[in-house]
């Protein structure tokens, strides 16, 4: 099965395509960010390393991430179903041990989608204005998709939180982060002629059938 990786800057719309993939195709959508997160709450040795970093809006350091995605790659699931990778990689650095790990693990990357865009007001209100439900994880925003009843998730009724790197310095730095040390991927992943290029502007099920078509998956 396919390996894809989902590129573009924070609030680019990457864990909703990534979900929406999930939800029609069946692929794995593997969030660094949610792995990452996982650990910070559950407190583990890896938690307490990257807690600090995370909560400033910096990257966590390259081979704490490499070992992550190492041990997701070694799964049979993602033989079975692929998967869509969503938050690796971030620099150059991991982008070449990706490609090592994958020819261990005898996989291979099918395609890079860029969520591209260059609208920075719109993805600092996306940023500051999402939240996401302690309970079920549904995510919402409060400029875009509004909770029917404030506070409360439409799904589950549960409480709606802000990520501690929401808040619009954080945001502000994550997106710094990402235009020094992400978007060099672009280039890479063009030389290698893998990129394909989407308007991150678009909406949801727009950039589903976008994806779908360009990939051809049905
Ligand atoms: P995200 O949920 O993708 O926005 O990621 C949230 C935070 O997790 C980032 O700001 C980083 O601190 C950390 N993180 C996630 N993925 C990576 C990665 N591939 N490399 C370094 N740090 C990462």
Redesign the pocket.
């Known amino acids: 099965m396919a390996i894809y990786v989902l590129l573009g800057p924070?609030g680019g719309g990457?864990?909703t395509l990534a979900k929406l993939l999930r939800e029609r195709f069946g692929y794995l959508h593997i969030?660094?960010?949610?792995i990452?997160?996982e650990e910070v709450r559950r407190e583990t040795p890896l938690g307490r390393q990257?807690r600090d970093?995370?909560g400033r809006?910096?990257?966590?350091?390259?081979e704490l991430?490499g070992a992550v995605v190492a041990a997701r790659l070694a799964e049979d699931e993602i033989r079975r179903r692929g998967c869509f990778l969503?938050?690796?990689?971030?620099?150059l650095v991991?982008a070449r041990l990706f490609e090592r790990l994958l020819a261990e693990a005898g996989l291979a990357l099918d395609r890079v989608i860029l969520m591209a865009t260059d609208d920075v007001d719109r993805l600092i209100k996306r940023l500051t204005g999402r939240r996401v439900c302690g309970q079920c994880r549904a995510v919402c925003n409060l400029v875009y998709s509004p909770p029917r009843q404030p506070g409360r998730c439409d799904h589950c009724g549960g409480p709606l939180e802000q990520r501690g790197?929401d808040t619009e310095p954080t945001a502000r730095e994550?997106l710094r982060?990402y235009a020094e040390q992400t978007e060099p991927l672009v280039r890479f992943y063009e030389e290698r002629g893998l990129l394909l290029r989407l308007d991150a502007a678009r909406e949801g099920l727009e950039l589903l059938s976008e994806v779908s078509l360009a990939l051809g998956l049905s």
């Open positions: 924070p990457k864990g969030s660094t960010g949610d990452l997160r990257v970093c995370m809006g910096a990257l966590v350091p390259d991430v969503d938050g690796f990689p971030r620099t991991q790197d994550r982060v």
